[in-house]
């Protein structure tokens, strides 16, 4: 019984909110009200939503994606890759390939097949659909 109590208690305080809230953007959007009181009202609902866990966790994951895809910075992680991509060269040319067990071609596939397919889902990702771009 109690329960029921809280929730007609806790109905009532959402349903005061909503019909304060209501009551705000009336007084705002009267003819004769002046653009300061708009202002403030979206300066304060901008601030509350800066407060928000949600920024905090918004904040957080910028950082973390800004540095992971972030390019190369350093000269020495460019260096290494361009020693990386030599080695590659070399590997095709001389035809080494054709010495490759089936247990390290197996894993070379495998390596070749993950970064594909991340390559995909940072596509889909991106464009926020599954097939095609929003025009």
Not at 30 to 42: N, R, T, V
Not at 63 to 78: D, H, I, N, R, V
Not at 83 to 99: A, N, P
């Amino acid at each position: 019984m109690a329960t029921g109590v809280n929730v007609v208690k806790l109905a009532g305080n959402l349903f005061r909110s909503k019909i304060s809230l209501f009551q705000q953007w009336a007084e705002v959007n009267m003819p004769l009200k002046s653009k300061e009181k708009i202002k403030d009202l979206l300066q304060e609902q901008i601030e509350n939503a800066k407060r928000s866990k949600l920024a905090e966790k918004m904040k957080t994951a910028k950082g973390f994606y800004t540095l992971e895809m972030a390019p190369p910075s350093s000269s020495e992680e460019m260096a290494k890759l361009k020693e990386d991509l030599k080695l590659f060269q070399e590997f095709m040319k001389s035809g080494c390939y054709k010495h490759l067990t089936v247990k390290q071609a197996w894993l070379l596939f495998l390596i070749s097949t993950e970064i594909g397919l991340w390559f995909f889902l940072g596509e889909t990702i991106g464009k926020f659909h599954i097939v095609g771009y929003q025009v």
